[in-house]
Each structure stands twice: as structure tokens, then as C-alpha cells.
T-cell receptor, first 114, second 114 residues
Framework: DAGVIQSPRHEVTEMGQEVTLRCKPI?????LFWYRQTMMRGLELLIY????????DSGMPEDRFSAKMPNASFSTLKIQPSEPRDSAVYFC????????????FGAGTRLSVL | AQSVTQLDSQVPVFEEAPVELRCNYS??????LFWYVQYPNQGLQLLLK??????LVKGINGFEAEFNKSQTSFHLRKPSVHISDTAEYFC????????????FGRGTSLIVHP
């Protein structure tokens, strides 16, 4: 398997623009997680899905952030409008439901909002 | 509620020296414990995990960790480090039951000098 695939790897945008980050989880994994990593706050869990259903979005910072999982092989994290403080590395991870919590991470998307 | 404290944000060490990265957790129940490693510009990958059984856990790349229930610790060790071990190391804890969602520590940056 190719692992968790995220795109784009790097995104540079201007404040106010819409940003969409994409994730393809490992086939057969029924949990999907979105994380944000910054120097100030470390690794933060934003939202996670089970069987394509959002279970906990309490980590989403504000209404500008939204996440969807239309099917088992694709998820998006959208920021609209983007702000400079959203600059961070965003990771997607997936996991089998029955496994003892072994998460597999993608390589991340480095977002810079100017 | 579970939480993780990584006591050192940065650990500098010379090549071939031993290293210990410290991790303490707090939880009211039995836990699962993990160490993940993040190399530059990559996602996190699992180093080792403790689910049950022997308190000494061996992982990849010569790393090992010891679960100490009385001290609520799960320190990571390696007897002789290499330049290639330079990376960010994350300790994580999860409680059995529910969705096994892990809580990550802030990370420890291991810097190996020649």
C-alpha cells in the first residue's frame, strides 16, 4: 500500500483565500484523523471520522475550518477564509478500527498564508 | 482524562552516546503507550508501543522503552545514537475503550552531533 497520501505537499496562499487540503487514507482503514502541527501548540487533533462520519470536531479552531469525508478513500479539510495564523503543517492519519491504536500518518501539507 | 508530559523539549547528544527521552503520563485507568518519530519534512511513524505484558518494549532502529506503572513513565532509550536518529520524538497515550484516541506530547527534539 502507498500509505496515507496528502496533497498538496506545500501550499502558499494569500489571506482571505480558500484553501483545500486533501487526504487519501490507507485502504481498509475506517478511522481518519486531521491534525495541525505548530511550534507554539505542538500536534493538535482537529477532527476525526469513523466510517466516513465525523465523530469529534471539538478541535476545529473556528467556523472557518470544515472537513468532509464523502467516501472511504477521500477526505478534505477546508479553510475559508484563510488567515496568517492558520500557517502550519496539517497531517492526515488513518487507522484500522480493530487495531490497538496504530495510526499511520501522511507526509503532511505545509500551509503558508501570507 | 489522559495527558502526556515530555519533560525535555530538546536533547543534544554526541554520536555513539546513549540517550534517554523522558515521558510521563497521567490517566485514571490502564493505558496504551506509544513512541512515534518524525524525521524532517515527514509524517510521524511508529517506533514502538506498549499494550500489555512485558514492561520492556523493543522497537525499530535499536530503540527501547520501559513502562513503569508506579512512576507513570514510559521513557525511551537507545544505547548508542547515530546522526540519522536526529528527529522529533513524540510520546502518546490512549485509554482502552471507546475509539482509542491517543493524546500526544509536545515532542522532544533529539539532536545528534558528530
Amino acid at each position: 500500500d502507498a500509505g496515507v497520501i496528502q496533497s498538496p505537499r506545500h501550499e502558499v496562499t494569500e489571506m482571505g483565500q480558500e484553501v483545500t487540503l486533501r487526504c487519501k487514507p490507507i485502504s481498509g482503514h475506517d478511522y481518519l484523523f486531521w491534525y495541525r502541527q505548530t511550534m507554539m501548540r505542538g500536534l493538535e487533533l482537529l477532527i476525526y471520522f469513523n466510517n466516513n462520519v465525523p465523530i469529534d470536531d471539538s478541535g476545529m479552531p473556528e467556523d472557518r475550518f470544515s472537513a468532509k469525508m464523502p467516501n472511504a478513500s477521500f477526505s478534505t479539510l477546508k479553510i475559508q477564509p484563510s488567515e496568517p495564523r492558520d500557517s502550519a503543517v496539517y497531517f492526515c492519519a488513518s487507522r484500522e478500527g480493530g487495531a490497538k491504536n496504530i495510526q499511520y500518518f501522511g507526509a503532511g501539507t505545509r500551509l503558508s498564508v501570507l | 482524562a489522559q495527558s502526556v508530559t515530555q519533560l525535555d523539549s530538546q536533547v543534544p547528544v554526541f554520536e555513539e552516546a546513549p540517550v534517554e527521552l523522558r515521558c510521563n503520563y497521567s490517566s485514571s485507568v490502564s493505558v496504551y503507550l506509544f513512541w512515534y518519530v518524525q524525521y524532517p519534512n515527514q509524517g510521524l511513524q511508529l517506533l514502538l508501543k506498549y499494550l500489555s505484558g512485558s514492561t520492556l518494549v523493543k522497537g525499530i532502529n535499536g530503540f527501547e522503552a520501559e513502562f513503569n506503572k508506579s512512576q507513570t513513565s514510559f521513557h525511551l532509550r537507545k544505547p548508542s545514537v547515530h546522526i540519522s536518529d536526529t528527529a522529533e520524538y513524540f510520546c502518546a497515550v490512549s485509554e482502552p475503550g471507546g475509539s482509542y484516541i491517543p493524546t500526544f506530547g509536545r515532542g522532544t527534539s533529539l539532536i545528534v552531533h558528530p
